[in-house]
């Protein structure tokens, strides 16, 4: 190899050099910028990629609605726009601490919307919690999202109320007397909502073996022949699979094919576009429950939403899309009222919102955090989410 | 257990076994010749799996033309990523190879999120292969009748290949010795273009039978199956055809029986085929069909 004169080199070494400070004094600059301009960021911390990326966009999809119909906040007597920073948690648990992480840290945001999955937020309670950034649950139904911690509330039901709907409608509509769980068991929220039906289930049936089994697999699995085939031997009245859409779509289309008519049960992760994409015509005739009907718009900001959406997408859009606009207007709402972008003031106003018109339905936020609200119960017909009834909070 | 859910099982087990297979004879068929554990395979597996859906629901080609399209392009690409990644470090410590294959896995993988988006994609099925079969009170899908089928094909194929032909001698001279066949002659490039190429093809098979079968696409489903394949084909004696394919049936008869008879354990049933490997790797590491290879001097 040629000898490179040592000039040379050492101008090579000092030009490098000074092009990564240069690089690093505009990546640092930029974040002191967005302090000092009226500029509010608030976090979007949702799955965009992995298992649970469909539920993400979904939400992502009502926030940046929200942000387009709201894209100023005055706080203050001060006008601010309002900035999305997405973070993707990428379905992971891991990479929902980093991602949180990133979020109060680095880009310093206000508030932080977000996750769909119960499992992602719990992840990043800890992180919201030390940073002092309260963060809004959409449609996270698990109760230890919220539980315990001061710094995350949720706009939705939780599952206590959720488990207790569906084996409600076990037990009353489809008149089941026996069930089989088939659960997500590396899901906080498979596992906290199947719990939860099953206890209510066996004291409506008053049956304390009406839980046949509890058949488990993996986030990720896509054969469930093994725990269907034990699942079919044991001729259960229904079946609540209370798992993500991914898995669950096979689970219920190889269920078909294994020669199962039992009913499928399921809860509101259910409701994507691609568990009908996936499951085609074996899905027909599932029921699960979830947090809004189209058909069944509760306040004028349900209307507002509805037609937002139908003229931007031109369709209809999902129960957590309504959940993510209601989020972002929460969080609008709260920073009025508390006046201040201080994070331990912002929490007490978050915590105080009581009768605010969400578009799926009335917001008050109880001590915990969370919101109580009527669950909708909806079954595929003919290919799409058809509504069935509305069932009250307890 | 009653003797309809042993039949179960097993045809359970056959099926997802048969799968295994197909794609474990890619992954030891590259080794083979290359010692080189081929990590991008899975996503090989999955690029073929999504050419198929798009020849098919965004080119409306008839399934048949549009397999055919799918498998051809994947063959390409493998060659095309042998070229590119693994070919300028032949002569380098075979660990870079090994990490350029982690590389190429990683890029192949974002590369997909970024062009075909992270949301699932559900498979058209044709009927051919989503109709549900009833043998007695077993009940199975169609398509997990093909899959042996094409498995024991391409397995008589392949042997066929490379126990009576001049090719399958040129690949046998490379593999026992990559610079003696050099000497004596063989295009070392070309053996190995095959040998990827044909590797390809059978990753693309697999991808394609897999989607039949769980008509559910994304970016990563090449991860987890590519990684079985490998316990698999290592199971069997990695090198060895037979041994490949002999290992993807125990993989799949031991990951259905083992939520078959122990349903309280089926959270940990990836667990346990990283557990067999281990159990392999420390007993027998040569595998069930493998000779022990004195590394010659």
């Not at chain 1, 046949?212 to 469930?224: I, M």
């Not at chain 1, 999902?318 to 929490?347: E, P």
């Not at chain 2, 397995?155 to 066929?160: E, G, H, R």
């Amino acid at each position: 190899m040629k000898k490179v004169s040592a000039v040379l080199r050492v101008s090579a070494y000092v030009g490098l050099a000074l092009a990564t400070v240069l690089f690093l004094a505009a990546c640092g600059g930029g974040n002191t910028k967005a302090a000092q301009s009226n500029v509010i960021k608030i976090g979007v911390f949702e799955p965009m990629t992995g298992a649970n990326a469909a539920g993400g966009a979904m939400e992502v999809e009502g926030i940046k609605l929200a942000n387009q119909l709201n894209p100023t906040v005055t706080i203050g007597g001060k006008e601010y726009k309002v900035e999305l920073v997405v973070a993707d948690n990428k379905s992971d648990k891991v990479e929902a601490a980093n991602a949180a992480q990133r979020l109060v840290d680095q880009e310093k945001v206000t508030v932080v919307l977000g996750s769909w999955g119960s499992s992602l937020s719990m992840a990043a309670g800890p992180i919201v919690k030390d940073a002092k950034v309260p963060a809004i649950g959409l449609s996270c139904t698990n109760p230890l999202v919220t539980k315990g911690n001061d710094y995350y509330f949720r706009v939705c039901f939780i599952d206590p109320f959720q488990g207790t709907v569906m084996a409600n409608y076990a037990f009353s509509q489809t008149k089941a007397k026996k069930a089989v769980i088939i659960r997500e068991v590396s899901n906080d929220y498979s596992v906290g909502l199947a719990k939860f039906f099953a206890d209510s289930f066996k004291k409506l049936t008053g049956d304390d073996k009406a839980i046949l089994a509890e058949l488990n697999y993996n986030t990720g699995d896509q054969d469930f022949s093994a725990q269907l085939t034990e699942a079919k031997s044991l001729n259960p009245d229904v079946i609540f699979a209370p798992g993500n859409y991914t898995e669950s779509a096979l689970v219920v289309k190889q269920a078909r094919e294994l020669g199962i008519k039992t009913p499928f049960l399921g809860g509101d992760t259910w409701e994507t576009p691609e568990f009908i994409d996936v499951g085609k015509a074996s899905v027909e005739g599932t029921v699960f429950s979830t947090f809004f009907a189209t058909e069944v718009p509760i306040t004028e900001t349900s209307k507002i939403f509805l037609d937002a959406y139908r003229k931007q997408y031109s369709k209809e859009p999902a129960a957590v899309t309504a959940l993510g606009f209601d989020g972002y207007l929460v969080a609008l709402d709260a920073l009025k009222r508390a006046g201040t972008t201080d994070g331990a003031k912002l929490r007490d106003a978050i915590a105080a919102t009581k009768d605010f018109p969400g578009a799926a339905g009335m917001i008050t936020l109880d001590a915990n955090g969370d919101a109580s609200k009527s669950a909708v119960i909806k079954t595929v017909k003919d290919g799409k989410f058809t509504y069935l009834t509305t069932v009250q909070p307890m | 257990m009653s003797s309809s859910l042993i039949l179960q099982n097993l045809a359970n087990s056959l099926s997802l076994g048969s799968l295994y297979a197909l794609i474990a004879i890619g992954y030891t068929m590259v080794y083979g010749i290359l010692r080189l554990i081929n990590f991008a395979h899975g996503d090989i597996f999955m690029l073929g799996a999504y050419i198929a859906f798009y020849a098919v629901s965004m080119f409306l080609m008839p399934w048949y033309a549009g397999f055919v399209v799918a498998i051809g392009l994947t063959a390409l690409f493998g060659i095309l990523l042998e070229r590119v990644a693994y070919r300028p470090l032949r002569d380098s410590p075979r660990i870079s190879v090994m990490i350029s294959a982690i590389g190429a896995s990683f890029l192949i993988e974002n590369l997909g999120i970024v062009i075909f988006g992270g949301r699932p994609k559900g498979f058209p099925v044709p009927d051919l292969f989503g109709t549900v079969v009833h043998l007695g009170s077993v009940s199975i899908v169609s398509v997990s009748l093909f899959i042996p089928v094409f498995t024991f094909a391409i397995l008589a194929v392949l042997l066929w290949i490379v126990n009576h032909t001049k090719t399958g001698m040129a690949m046998r001279a490379t593999s026992t010795d990559l610079d003696a066949a050099r000497i004596m002659g063989i295009d070392v490039n070309r053996v190995v273009s095959f040998t990827f190429g044909v590797g390809s093809l059978l990753a693309a098979l697999g991808g394609i039978m897999w989607t039949l079968k769980y008509p559910q696409l994304n970016p990563l489903m090449g991860i987890m199956p590519g990684l079985k394949c490998f316990i698999a084909a290592v199971i069997g004696g990695i090198g060895n055809i037979m041994g490949a394919v002999l290992g993807g049936f125990l993989l799949g008869f031991i990951e259905i029986m083992i939520v078959a008879f122990l349903p309280d354990l089926s959270g940990y049933r990836d667990a346990f085929a990283f557990v067999l490997l281990i159990v392999v790797l420390l007993v027998k590491p040569s595998g069930l069909l493998g000779k022990h290879q004195a590394e010659k001097v």
